[in-house]
């Protein structure tokens, strides 16, 4: 990843990782592996660190708009869904 955006991925474990702060967070064809249950405090958590969240998925899936986060922008690629949320927690 750094060789090609000189910018290296945060490898913490989450326990650190939701104690900070950032301005995007990108979860890239993983999002939609998650199973529904855990889906809603997942968002929860990235609402506490991230004001804005991009996924980038193979499919439509998984819908983020509702309690957390609304939608912004919405990309299509080929078959694959870029989709920018706005956390809905900032005031």
């Given at each position: 990843m750094k060789k090609n955006t000189n910018n290296s991925?945060?490898?913490r474990p989450s326990k650190i990782l939701f104690k900070m702060e950032l301005d995007f967070v990108i979860c890239s064809y993983a999002?939609?592996?998650c199973k529904k249950s855990i889906l809603p405090i997942l968002l929860y958590r990235i609402g506490?660190?991230?004001n804005n969240r991009v996924i980038?998925?193979?499919h439509k899936k998984p819908n983020c708009n509702g309690g957390f986060f609304r939608e912004i922008k919405r990309m299509k690629k080929e078959r694959t869904s870029i989709v920018w949320y706005r956390s809905k927690m900032v005031s």
């Open positions: 991925c945060i490898p999002m939609h592996l506490e660190i991230s980038i998925t193979p």
